[in-house]
């Protein structure tokens, strides 16, 4: 048993412990540190992925028999960090984090201690930590902190499942006994995350009842075509349950008119005596630019650029109205640079979990005794990591002018790109406005946006120029240890000439989420591009001679 006990951190806090333990944490960063090259992406090299890798790895895998050493175990640990993918300037794929030191520090905590997040007497400091940031945040997006309500969860996806269970619920209350009504209806933007697909699935409500909302030429929903879709479930005896609005869509960071979209939903409700419509505000991808809903442009205390500022404060006009949303979430993981999991569901009115709070009789063993007062019964989990740590840790670290700073900068680097990208390439075209993200197409010849756009391509031509974006990806894929560039298959839908059907447009993404993705990268970003699209314009055309030939 003794040797047992090795494994655990002292009992007593003794110095010799602690060395221990600290000794393996220097040994790890040591290492990790040793593997970091700012010219690449990846830490050390990247394994050689061959067909049967992941074969090879349930061949070999067994539990060893004696336990192997603390050095052993961070050898192999180590192994496996060998080729990761690090997110530093060369990362523009996604909204992966590079999590700050703050939130490091607070993901310790949370491990060190290990509370549970389900009831205050087995976790207090993420309760407390929960309480704290839901109402920091309850008050810098306008819900009032002594009605509102939130828990961390399973990211924003969870948020979107949660949100819909609640609206469930408060339609119908008896649904948890009886089951889901049959005539509910869901809307989203056809750009809007799959999170929602996959909540009515879940729920029972079925894919049929969500309805895809058309989307305007800036991404955002389309707002006469959600009122037509609404009446017309409500004309054909449906419910309209729930509306998803996007705050930044995931590829093209489109913000739907949260304004527009209450003011429908409240007439509808005036003009047909419907239930209220529940709002969900999506902004797993865009909520951190709530930061910037006090900023004082007119004196911008942070001295950002005119082109920056401009779209700031277009942000702000929008952002400013997610207090009208019955829900939303802060995705910490995405914008706001913390580990995996740290998304944060608030919900306006917390007398909305009643309806889904569990019973006492069926929480036997935590909850409801003469102690403790924080039983989350209402969560889709039952024992939560406290996650709220790491994003309490953050937002103290950051405070409201750090994380403006860090959100500014991603909308600087992508005015630079935008710029620098048609100043150098002739066949190139930007598909999206100025936000922390950047979508662009290629051509093989000339541009033919316009035409796409206004739908005068045929199908062939655009599946050609899919194609070509498609096979280049793959090319500048191969090198992505060097530029590590994303891509859509779904920028937009747009129609064709000889069809019904509208055709997705393919397009590449540059995604300014480095806190080391600066101006100064910006040359280097489209230069890696300018260069593998020569080489790839040369290459295609001497095989098609050849093909010809
Ligand atoms: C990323 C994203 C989600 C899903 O969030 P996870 O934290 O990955 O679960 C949902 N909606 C939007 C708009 C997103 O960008």
Known sequence: MKEVQKLFPSMDGNDFQREEILSYFRT?????????????????????YTEDYY?????????????????????????????????????????????????????????????????DVEGPAAATAEIEVTSMLSKLIGYDENISAGYTTWGGQGAVFNSLRLA????????????????????????????????????????????????????????????????????????PLYVLATMGTTDTFGVDDIEGIKRIAEDLEGTHYIYPIYIHADSAMGGMYTFFNNYDFESNPLQFEDNVNEVLKSYQQKFKHIKLADSMVFDFHKLGQTPYITSLFLIKNKELLKYVDIDAAETPYVGNRGYGSYHTGYTLECSRMGSALSIYASLLAFGIEGYQELLANYIHVNIAFREKLIKEVSNVVITNEVS??????????????????????????????????????????????????????????????????????????????????????????????????????????????????
């Open 28 to 48: 790890i960063l040591t290492k990790i540190d040793e593997l970091k090259d700012p010219n690449k992406l990846t830490l050390g090299e990247m394994p050689e």
């Open 436 to 549: 922390p993200i950047t979508t662009f197409r290629f051509y093989p010849e000339k541009t033919k946006w316009n035409e796409e756009l206004n739908g005068l391509l045929t199908i062939e031509e655009m599946t050609e120029i899919n194609q070509f974006n498609d096979e280049f990806a793959e090319i500048i894929g191969v090198e992505r240890d060097t530029v590590f560039f994303g891509n859509t298959k779904k920028q937009r839908l747009v129609k064709v000439t000889n069809s019904n059907k509208r055709i997705s447009v393919y397009a590449h993404k540059f995604f300014a989420i480095s806190p080391y993705t600066t101006i100064e990268e910006v040359d280097r970003y489209v230069g890696f591009l300018k260069e593998h699209l020569e080489f790839f314009l040369r290459t295609r055309s001497s095989k098609n001679i050849l093909i010809r030939s």
């Open 168 to 239: 469930i619920a408060r339609y119908a209350p008896s649904s948890n006994r009886n089951g889901v009504p049959q005539n509910l209806y869901c809307f989203c933007s056809e750009l809007s995350h799959y999170s929602l697909y996959k909540s009515v699935e879940a729920t029972g409500i079925g894919v049929e009842n969500m309805i895809r909302v058309k989307v305007n030429a800036d991404h955002s929903m389309n707002l006469e075509d959600l009122k037509e879709k609404m009446e017309h479930v409500i004309a054909k005896g449906g419910v």
């Open 55 to 119: 074969n090879r790895v349930i061949q070999k895998a067994d539990v060893p028999k004696t336990g192997v050493s603390m050095e052993e175990v961070i050898q192999k640990l180590l192994k496996l960090v060998e080729g990761h993918r690090y997110v530093n300037r060369n990362y523009v794929a996604n909204a992966a984090p590079l999590p700050n030191i703050a939130s490091v520090i607070g993901n310790l905590v949370m491990v060190l201690v290990n509370g549970n997040n389900l009831w």
